[in-house]
């Protein structure tokens, strides 16, 4: 029974999973961002954090988290190392002292711009173009979204 193909069976292959598939490409994308922002000082988390930042800074601890999908226990420490990069800098509300904005400093605001050659090098990698790689993430984007909504079905 061990030798047998449990396929036979009606269990899906691994390699015909969805799921398998999306996280395959999750680690490919870190491996593949890794070296790209190891030059700017960045982890990859990081990274989704400053993206968020360099649009538009000030956002509550609370915002970041929601924005990225990432609880306080994953992004404070994360907020933490940025902090003591000279990256960002966080601040208390002047309004609602309970919360704690996210703000930029000269040094973050100086690595937009390196922050920009980022996705052209991820671009060539993929071997895409600009409009190719739009539609995939608009078709990731109904995945999560689909998914989201069914876990709060549950």
Known sequence: MADQDKTE???PR????????????GHAFNRAYRPILAELGLTYPQYLVMLVLWEQDGF???ELGEK???DSGTLTPLLKRLDAAGIIRRERDARDERQVRILLTEKGERMRERGRCVQDAIGQALGTTAPD???LRDQLDLVRDALLAA????
Not at 14 to 25: I, K, R, S, T, W
Not at 151 to 154: C, G
Request: proline share 0%.
């Open 151 to 154: 876990s709060r079905d549950v």
């Open 14 to 25: 691994l390699e015909q999973q969805l799921c398998f598939a999306v996280y395959q490409v």
């Open 133 to 135: 790689a739009g539609r």
């Open 9 to 11: 069976q009606g269990m």
């Open 60 to 62: 509550t601890v609370k």
């Open 68 to 70: 990225l999908m990432l």
